[in-house]
Structures are given as structure tokens and as C-alpha cells.
Nanobody
Framework: QVQLVESVGGLVQAGGSLILSCAAS????????MGWFRQSSGKERDFVAA????????SYADSVMGRFTISRDNGKNLVYLQMNSLEPEDTAVYYC?????????????????WGQGTQVTVSS
């Protein structure tokens, strides 16, 4: 059974930075795409970023392009989301997700395992 555990988020001022990590277990980590999604209060869960099994291919939502960086360490079964230049609009619960295959996708349908979520709050 796949288990994804995100690091604790936190409260950060606008313009600041925060890094999230996600530890995966339960199936061969480097066989699958990894991704991050987020959900703000009253809104749907939105795609943030995804990374291929090798780490060579990444995809980002337009809203975070140039500010967020996704990376992975296959030796440690970890995926990271480095968030810079944070804005109040980035406030959300962030979810780590593991894809169904090696194909990088941007929809939640392409992911079949989810973490419990971690709160990130950006103050203005």
C-alpha cells in the first residue's frame, strides 16, 4: 500500500520561501511520476507541479512558473517543492501525489495515491 507523508507546512510572509518534502513508501518510487497539488478553501484541487521518474522532465502550473521548483531524490524516495516569492494567493493545503505511470500529467486523474495534505499560509 502506497503511503505519502508530507512535511509540515507553515506560515510565511509574502515574498518569503518555503520548502515542502514528501516521503513515499509502498511501491518502487522511481517507477512513477510525482506531483504536487493544492486546494484553497472553497475551491477545487489544482495542479501545481509534476516531475518525471528520472527528474529530467517537469511541468508547472502557470501561476507558479518561475517561482516554484519540483525535484526528487530517488535514492531517498523523496520529492520536494521549493516555493519562492510566495504570495497570499499561494495559501492552500498542499498535497503530494504519486502518478499512475511514468507519464507526466497535469490532472488529478493521472495520480492514484495522495498524501494527507499540509497547510501553507502566506500572510500579506
Amino acid at each position: 500500500q502506497v503511503q505519502l507523508v508530507e512535511s509540515v507546512g507553515g506560515l510565511v510572509q509574502a515574498g518569503g520561501s518555503l520548502i515542502l518534502s514528501c516521503a513515499a513508501s509502498g511501491r518502487t518510487f522511481n517507477n512513477f511520476v510525482m506531483g504536487w497539488f493544492r486546494q484553497s478553501s472553497g475551491k477545487e484541487r489544482d495542479f501545481v507541479a509534476a516531475i518525471s521518474w528520472s527528474g529530467r522532465s517537469t511541468s508547472y502550473a502557470d501561476s507558479v512558473m518561475g517561482r516554484f521548483t519540483i525535484s526528487r531524490d530517488n535514492g531517498k524516495n523523496l520529492v520536494y517543492l521549493q516555493m519562492n516569492s510566495l504570495e497570499p494567493e499561494d495559501t492552500a493545503v498542499y498535497y503530494c501525489a504519486q502518478g499512475r505511470s511514468v507519464v507526466v500529467v497535469r490532472t488529478s486523474y493521472g495520480f492514484d495515491a495522495w498524501g494527507q495534505g499540509t497547510q501553507v499560509t502566506v500572510s500579506s
